[in-house]
């Protein structure tokens, strides 16, 4: 009977050894699948990162429109795709005091690589992004933009593009891509109504 009892104490604490390696097991394997599935989501925050205010603020007179300045001090970075950023900041104009939001990216050596006027289309040589919409709650920092890249092809170029529906507490996505201009006003609007955006 004693050696019984010695038995099942045995037993009874190998189990209890690969049941705790077990657990173990699992919560690094969530882990890193959680690390997986994080990889390429785009988020949003609002910065303070020295860099991004001193260069707009520095590129501010050769960049951003003559009348205009730029509020940096609620910046929100967007993160897309590997280390991937833009910067949506907003705008005051100094003649009609109206306040907008622009788009900003940044090369691999943190300089200002272009600055994107809203509403309208830029030429890149890049042939990247040319073209940003962007509805801005002042509010809150909230808004929608509709990013837009150029493709140029054998006989005609198209557009494709990406809605962010951002929020100064992160970002509601709908990785939406786009076919062609006509999708604009509909987008926008839909991505405002969803973000009760003003």
Same mark, same amino acid.
């Given at each position: 009977?004693?050696?019984?009892?010695?038995?099942?104490?045995?037993?009874?604490?190998?189990?209890?050894? %690969?049941?705790?390696?077990? %657990?173990?097991?699992?919560?690094?394997?969530?882990?890193?699948?959680?690390?997986?599935?994080?990889?390429?989501?785009?988020?949003?925050?609002?910065?303070?990162?020295?860099?991004?205010? /001193?260069?707009?603020?520095?590129?501010?007179?050769?960049?951003?429109?003559?009348?205009? /300045?730029?509020?940096?001090?609620?910046?929100?970075?967007?993160?897309?795709?590997?280390?991937?950023?833009?910067?949506?900041?907003?705008?005051?104009?100094?003649?009609?005091?109206?306040?907008? #939001?622009?788009?900003?990216?940044?090369?691999?050596?943190?300089?200002?690589?272009?600055?994107?006027?809203?509403?309208?289309?830029?030429?890149?040589?890049? #042939?990247?992004?040319?073209?940003?919409?962007?509805? #801005?709650?002042?509010?809150?920092?909230?808004?929608?933009?509709?990013?837009?890249?150029?493709?140029?092809?054998?006989?005609?170029?198209?557009?494709?593009?990406?809605?962010?529906?951002?929020?100064?507490?992160? %970002?509601?996505?709908?990785?939406?891509?786009?076919?062609?201009? %006509?999708? /604009?006003?509909?987008?926008?609007?839909?991505?405002?109504?969803?973000?009760? #955006?003003?």
């Amino acid at each position: 009977m004693k050696g019984l009892n010695l038995l099942m104490k045995h037993y009874v604490k190998r189990i209890k050894i %690969l049941l705790v390696f077990s %657990l173990l097991f699992s919560l690094l394997y969530a882990t890193y699948v959680f690390s997986q599935s994080s990889q390429g989501l785009i988020s949003a925050k609002l910065v303070k990162e020295k860099f991004v205010l /001193d260069e707009l603020v520095n590129s501010s007179t050769k960049i951003a429109p003559t009348d205009s /300045d730029i509020e940096s001090n609620q910046v929100v970075e967007v993160r897309y795709g590997e280390n991937k950023s833009i910067y949506v900041v907003p705008i005051r104009s100094n003649a009609t005091e109206k306040r907008g #939001c622009a788009v900003y990216s940044f090369d691999k050596n943190k300089k200002l690589k272009q600055k994107l006027m809203l509403s309208e289309i830029e030429e890149t040589e890049s #042939c990247e992004i040319i073209k940003a919409v962007f509805a #801005c709650n002042r509010q809150d920092m909230s808004g929608v933009a509709v990013l837009y890249g150029k493709r140029l092809g054998a006989d005609n170029y198209w557009f494709e593009g990406t809605y962010l529906i951002v929020s100064n507490t992160g %970002l509601l996505v709908e990785d939406k891509m786009l076919s062609n201009q %006509l999708d /604009d006003v509909d987008t926008v609007a839909k991505a405002k109504k969803k973000l009760k #955006c003003r």
